[in-house]
């Protein structure tokens, strides 16, 4: 048995959410608590396996681990490769870990509780697929399965009031015009990256990626009529470029990313900000800079000025948010625009051979991965405490919450403390070392970028301040004082997990860097 589950250890990860859907379409949708529970139990059976492959995994190894290939699409010459390594290791596992933390968060909705549990655990079974996939069809069916899940989760779960003026005198509910935003910006970009995935495989007869990353960058002969090879890589990269940007979302391919978090659910929020903006970084690391390093290092000034740009502008749009999910949903933009600086040292290591260059560049690269994975944490907690909130007082506004709720529910307030510190980088825990080393790898290379970039952290200061200040800070409303404000056990049992992770990553970070290292050493040198 044991030899069995480490043979098939990345399709058990993969395909036991499915099975857990199979599984809840038996159960009458009439049972709401026998739904909730067999799909939060089930849940736990892909992160029980993650847990097993983390411990499993030997970082000194290189290459990708736990490889299955099987025949799937022989017509194309497509097969079912899966893998992992130290950047996707870390992205299964928090994924893993926030899907059962958002189903349990999600235990008081009650209309269509079979359909949101089946969408959600669908959405993880994309997000997972991405990060395990060594195909690039594979990999972009996969990154097109979290598409559909997170529409309807936007449209039909999403917050119920509200509705946006499209000129003319029409108006659309506020969720309808956010999920349709959110559904058109990233197919857009998908369709680009679709076409270039088409063009690459059919010139090498074959999506297998491993083989790609070994000849696309080296390939220079001619095979379309009238354009060259390098005309072929620099629009495929662009594709490929702007797709992600879209998903990280980078400024100025940002904008579907405040409606979307605003009318989402409590749940969805926190799995789009903590994983699917991740898939987009993920994509740069794994696809962009492998199989495109001469076009990835002549676009990484630009790359790093649209980060720079992002960190400062989103913290600057963050601080002017009065309704306080949105205020949160802006500081996403800021925070993934440290993870694009990152990946812009290290594309630009790869046209240089300065070791100090490269030493900069792989602490940049760790420094990338590791706030992908911290911003997931910090940012699931600041959505779920938001809904918390909410819960109880229907309201979002942060002048009409008017502050003084902490004399009302001190444990909540405890919380939401810890966690807008973690969002702001105080030493001690994880975004602290993540940014730190961000900025150390960037500052040699893109030192112009990453001073400009200090602003937007004077600002990220700013506006956790402020959340925090018109929140909990001051006399007492006593608009809430017959509310039961406190948050409840089940509450603090979903961001308890996000707590001891982020403290963890704060003060003993090598438990990830480790890691993380070994591959990223490999990616830039």
């Given at each position: 048995m044991a030899t069995f589950i480490y043979q098939n250890l990345l399709s058990l990860i993969l395909f036991s959410p499915v099975?857990?859907?199979?599984?809840?379409?038996?159960?009458?949708?009439?049972?709401?608590?026998?739904?909730?529970?067999?799909?939060?139990?089930?849940?736990?059976?892909?992160?029980?396996?993650?847990?097993?492959?983390?411990?499993?995994?030997?970082?000194?190894?290189?290459?990708?681990?736990?490889?299955?290939?099987?025949?799937?699409?022989?017509?194309?010459?497509?097969?079912?490769?899966?893998?992992?390594?130290?950047?996707?290791?870390?992205?299964?596992?928090?994924?893993?870990?926030?899907?059962?933390?958002?189903?349990?968060?999600?235990?008081?909705?009650?209309?269509?509780?079979?359909?949101?549990?089946?969408?959600?655990?669908?959405?993880?079974?994309?997000?997972?697929?991405?990060?395990?996939?060594?195909?690039?069809?594979?990999?972009?069916?996969?990154?097109?399965?979290?598409?559909?899940?997170?529409?309807?989760?936007i449209s039909l779960w999403g917050s119920p009031s509200g509705e946006r003026d499209l000129g003319g005198g029409r108006k659309?509910?506020?969720?309808?015009?956010?999920?349709?935003?959110?559904?058109?910006?990233?197919?857009?970009?998908?369709?680009?990256?679709?076409?270039?995935?088409?063009?690459?495989?059919?010139?090498?007869?074959?999506?297998?990626?491993?083989?790609?990353?070994?000849?696309w960058p080296s390939f220079n002969q001619d095979v379309f009529d009238g354009i060259s090879m390098g005309a072929v890589k620099t629009a495929a990269f662009w594709t490929f470029t702007i797709a992600f940007a879209i998903k990280v979302p980078l400024w100025p391919f940002h904008t579907w990313l405040p409606d979307a978090h605003t009318e989402a659910p409590t749940a969805g929020s926190m799995i789009l900000a903590g994983v699917l903006l991740k898939l987009g970084a993920y994509g740069f690391l794994r696809l962009v800079l492998p199989l495109f390093p001469a076009e990835a290092a002549a676009a990484s000034p630009l790359l790093a000025t649209l980060a720079a740009l992002s960190i400062v502008l989103g913290a600057m749009a963050a601080y002017g948010q009065t309704d306080f999910k949105r205020l949160?949903?802006?500081?996403?933009?800021?925070?993934?625009?440290?993870?694009?600086?990152?990946?812009?040292?290290?594309?630009?290591?790869?046209?240089?051979?300065?070791?100090?260059?490269?030493?900069?560049?792989?602490?940049?690269?760790?420094?990338?991965?590791?706030?992908?994975?911290?911003?997931?944490?910090?940012?699931?907690?600041?959505?779920?405490?938001?809904?918390?909130?909410?819960?109880?007082?229907?309201?979002?506004?942060?002048?009409?919450?008017?502050?003084?709720?902490?004399?009302?529910?001190?444990?909540?307030?405890?919380?939401?403390i810890f966690s807008s510190m973690a969002s702001l980088g105080l030493p001690g825990l994880g975004g602290f070392v993540a940014e730190f080393a961000i900025v150390r790898g960037a500052w040699p290379v893109f030192t112009l970028a990453t001073a400009v970039s200090m602003l937007g952290l004077f600002f990220t200061g700013a506006y956790i301040l402020k959340g925090v200040q018109q929140v909990l800070h001051g006399p007492r409303n006593e608009k809430w004082s017959h509310h039961p404000m406190e948050i409840s056990l089940r509450e603090v049992l979903i961001v308890a997990p996000l707590m001891v992770l982020i403290l963890l990553a704060g003060i003993w970070p090598a438990w990830l860097l480790t890691m993380i290292n070994q591959t990223v050493l490999r990616l830039v040198g």
């Open positions: 099975a857990v859907i199979l599984i809840l379409l038996l159960i009458p949708s009439s049972m709401h608590s026998a739904i909730r529970w067999a799909a939060l139990l089930g849940s736990l059976v892909p992160l029980a396996f993650t847990v097993v492959m983390w411990s499993a995994y030997d970082p000194a190894v290189p290459g990708f681990q736990f490889e299955q290939r099987a025949e799937w699409y022989s017509a194309v010459h497509s097969s079912y490769h899966v893998g992992v390594d130290g950047i996707s290791v870390p992205m299964l596992l928090l994924t893993a870990l926030l899907v059962p933390l958002g189903i349990l968060a999600s235990f008081k909705i009650d209309e269509r509780v079979k359909a949101f549990m089946v969408l959600y655990l669908a959405l993880e079974v994309g997000m997972l697929g991405v990060f395990v996939s060594l195909d690039l069809l594979l990999f972009f069916l996969f990154y097109e399965v979290g598409l559909v899940p997170m529409y309807f989760l659309v509910p506020a969720r309808q015009y956010a999920s349709f935003k959110f559904f058109v910006y990233t197919l857009a970009g998908s369709l680009g990256l679709l076409m270039a995935i088409q063009v690459i495989a059919q010139t090498l007869g074959t999506f297998d990626l491993p083989e790609l990353i070994a000849q949160v949903a802006y500081s996403s933009v800021n925070h993934m625009g440290f993870v694009v600086l990152g990946i812009a040292v290290a594309a630009w290591a790869a046209q240089v051979s300065d070791p100090a260059i490269r030493m900069s560049a792989t602490i940049a690269a760790n420094g990338a991965v590791l706030q992908m994975f911290n911003h997931g944490l910090s940012a699931a907690a600041m959505f779920f405490l938001v809904g918390v909130v909410y819960e109880r007082a229907h309201t979002r506004d942060l002048d009409e919450l008017g502050g003084g709720i902490w004399q009302l529910a001190p444990v909540y307030g405890g919380i939401l």
